[in-house]
C-alpha cells in the first residue's frame, strides 16, 4: 500500500499521559499536514510541514502539542499533559507541492 | 463568519435518487476539493478542481469561480454512497504556505 498511513488506529489514554502518534505520507510528497477533526465537525487545520521545516502552525496547537517531522519522510505528533477536549481524530494528510491531498486514516484519540 | 459552508447538513435519500451537496466559500481559491469519509474516519479525495466539471463514474463536481460556488452531484445514488462529503478550499495563511480549511460536511443516508 503506497499512500498515507497512520499509527495508531486507535489510542485510549489516561488525562495526564502523553500520547504520540505517527503519519507515514506518500514517499515524493513534500508537504505533509496535521488535522484534528472533533465529532460532527469538519477537520480543522492544526501544523504544516514542507520537507523537514514546520512552516505553519495553528493557533489550536497549544505547547502541549509538538510535531516533527526529522527527516522529511514520516512525521510524529505528540501530545503532552493530555485532557479530555483532546478527544477527537487526528488526521494525516501529504501532497507534492499545492497538488492533490491524500489523506491517512485517522487516529481516533479517547481520553479518559 | 465560516470560510466554508455546506448544505445540506444532513440528507436523506431513496436509492436511484439524484443527489445534489452544495459548497460555498468567501475567498478567492486555486482550487476546491471535494472528499468523502466513512465511518470510522478516513478520508478519500474524490475531486480537486479549479473550473469547469469533473466526472468519475456516478459522481460529477462544477465549480463556479466567479460566485465562488461548488456542487457535487450523486447520479442513480446507492446505498454505499452513504458516507459524509466534505469540501475543502485552500486558503491564504498568515505566511505563504496555504491549508485546507473544511466544510462541515454533509451526511448522506441513501436508503434502500
Known amino acids: 500500500d503506497t499512500g498515507v498511513s497512520q499509527d495508531p488506529r486507535h489510542k485510549i489514554t489516561k488525562r495526564g499521559q502523553n500520547v504520540t502518534f505517527r503519519c507515514d505520507p506518500i514517499?515524493?510528497?513534500?508537504?505533509l499536514y496535521w488535522y484534528r477533526q472533533t465529532l460532527g465537525q469538519g477537520p480543522e487545520f492544526l501544523t504544516y510541514?514542507?520537507?523537514?521545516?514546520?512552516?505553519?502552525k495553528s493557533r489550536l496547537l497549544s505547547d502541549r502539542f509538538s510535531a516533527e517531522r526529522p527527516k522529511g519522510s514520516f512525521s510524529t505528533l505528540e501530545i503532552q499533559r493530555t485532557e479530555q477536549g483532546d478527544s477527537a481524530m487526528y488526521l494525516c494528510?501529504?501532497?507534492?507541492?499545492?497538488?492533490?491531498?491524500?489523506f491517512g486514516q485517522g487516529t481516533r484519540l479517547t481520553v479518559v | 463568519k465560516n470560510e466554508v459552508e455546506q448544505s445540506p447538513q444532513n440528507l436523506t435519500a431513496q436509492e436511484g435518487e439524484f443527489i445534489t451537496i452544495n459548497c460555498s466559500y468567501s475567498?478567492?481559491?486555486?482550487?476546491l476539493h471535494w472528499l468523502q469519509q466513512h465511518p470510522g474516519g478516513g478520508i478519500v479525495s474524490l475531486f480537486m478542481?479549479?473550473?469547469g466539471k469533473k466526472k468519475h463514474g456516478r459522481l460529477i463536481a462544477t465549480i463556479n469561480i466567479q460566485e465562488k460556488h461548488s456542487s457535487l452531484h450523486i447520479t442513480a445514488s446507492h446505498p454505499r454512497d452513504s458516507a459524509v462529503y466534505i469540501c475543502?478550499?485552500?486558503?491564504?495563511?498568515?505566511?505563504?504556505?496555504?491549508?485546507?480549511?473544511f466544510g462541515s460536511g454533509t451526511q448522506l443516508t441513501v436508503l434502500p
Open positions: 475543502a478550499v485552500p486558503l491564504i495563511s498568515s505566511g505563504s504556505a496555504r491549508q485546507l480549511t
Open positions: 510541514f514542507q520537507n523537514e521545516a514546520q512552516l505553519e
Open positions: 494528510a501529504s501532497s507534492l507541492d499545492r497538488g492533490e491531498a491524500f
Open positions: 514517499s515524493e510528497h513534500n508537504r
Open positions: 475567498v478567492g481559491i486555486s482550487a
Open positions: 478542481l479549479s473550473s
